[in-house]
């Protein structure tokens, strides 16, 4: 842990790179140009000589009055990952390697990172060093997984299975998305539609009643009503929805105890909390693989699955285990203690400590729940539907039924 912290220190007092646009001539005599990060002019042109290239003119690359920077997405360095671990098994040498792969991006922020990485090794220092001057791209886990296959001589191989993990945790996250996205969509845009209906149909259909002369059905009544308060007050409302959205998420970002409450409750919600409840379970148990496997201790694993597990009442209970196993107890008598943990994962991970195979057995684990997941957000799907198609069909048909009943009454009366 000191190792680490010392890390990080001169990770903190590191320049910050710029990017430096360049012309020069090289080996051959032909001009070439481009672009290269790097701490100053100086350092940009020692680089450029040993690349064989003599620059002309050397100057830092102005920044965009309304530059708009792509982000960089967690698929984004699984993929980045993946496609180091492949080239650096066919024998690339990892400096190449990063040159190849940051010539084959479109994100511009990506490709920048993969140049500031690519200039820092190129600079003696260790990946893993690297890695962690970026934090918000590569977490601690992320970066001990590399370090430690970089110590073990074996970065290739470490570098695999960092993506595989990376590769299922995002794989895991698109699942959960995809069932928590398509419902919500299908009822904003029934909202919308039914606000439209309101603010803008009705009104026609008003118009026209009033020349009817008669008393309207109560609930042709009430759809007038709703519509007369709706014209008065949407902006008011629209206004609500927006000061309400920005509100929670702020909240959820600033307070630590409100996020918690979420966790809590995504846990007991029917049908959705039984999907996040497997998704956890499969986290922890890919997380707590992936390091095991790498070769850090139980107990230094188990204070990176914490964070990874993604729900409150996980990381606590992680926490828990940690301590049971600090103390000596096996790991499968900690997670029963918990009350958290499934059976079937308890006795998984009891064989795997009996065996001496427990990456092997939390592996297995991690891709049953996977699997379940990916079963459980079909079949979600496929329930939600006819659901979805009914709420609709209430909904406008509702609106439009009341519009006709005057319409009608008033035919049946003649």
Request: proline letters at 4%.
């Amino acid at each position: 842990m000191a190792v680490q912290a010392k890390k990080r220190a001169r990770a903190e007092k590191a320049p910050s790179l710029s990017t430096f646009t360049w012309e020069g001539q090289d080996r051959r005599g032909n001009k070439t140009k481009g672009e290269t990060p790097g701490a100053s002019i100086a350092l940009v042109k020692a680089e450029l000589r040993k690349q064989g290239i003599t620059p002309k003119k050397v100057k830092k690359k102005p920044k965009a009055l309304f530059e708009t920077k792509q982000k960089i997405k967690p698929l984004d360095i699984a993929i980045f990952t993946r496609q180091l671990a492949t080239m650096m098994k066919a024998g690339v040498p990892l400096v190449q390697a990063f040159g190849i792969v940051a010539e084959g991006l479109d994100n511009k922020s990506m490709k920048e990172l993969i140049l500031k990485v690519k200039v820092e090794v190129e600079g003696g220092n260790s990946l893993e060093s690297a890695l962690r001057k970026n934090p918000a791209q590569f977490d601690d886990l992320f970066c001990s997984l590399v370090g430690s296959g970089e110590q073990s001589g074996a970065l290739e191989t470490m570098l695999d299975r960092v993506a595989t993990y990376k590769e299922k945790t995002e794989a895991l996250k698109a699942k959960i998305k995809k069932a928590l996205k398509y419902p919500i969509a299908v009822i904003i845009v029934a909202l919308v539609v039914t606000a439209i209906l309101l603010i803008k149909v009705v009104p026609t259909f008003q118009d026209l009643f009033e020349g009817f002369g008669a008393e309207l059905p109560a609930f042709t009544q009430m759809v007038v009503d709703l519509s007369e308060w709706m014209q008065e007050y949407w902006v008011i409302i629209l206004g609500v929805i927006i000061v309400f959205g920005y509100g929670f998420s702020e909240l959820k970002k600033r307070s630590q105890a409100f996020s918690d409450s979420l966790d809590r409750l995504a846990l007991k919600m029917p049908v959705v909390g039984d999907i996040i409840f497997k998704a956890t379970i499969a986290r922890y148990a890919r997380t707590l693989a992936t390091t095991f496997a790498a070769g850090v201790p139980l107990v230094e694993a188990l204070e990176s699955v914490a964070g990874a597990t993604g729900n409150v009442v996980y990381r606590n209970a992680v926490h828990r285990i940690k301590e049971d196993v600090s103390a000596g107890q096996q790991l499968n008598f900690s997670m029963r203690a918990t009350g958290v943990f499934p059976s079937m994962a308890i006795q998984m991970v009891a064989i795997g400590e009996e065996s001496g195979a427990l990456d092997e057995m939390l592996a297995k684990v991690a891709t049953y729940y996977e699997d379940e997941v990916d079963n459980a957000v079909d079949g979600l799907t496929s329930l939600m539907e006819p659901i979805i198609m009914s709420v609709l069909g209430v909904l406008v048909g509702g609106l439009i039924f009341a519009m006709y009943m005057p319409i009608f009454q008033l035919g049946s009366a003649m």
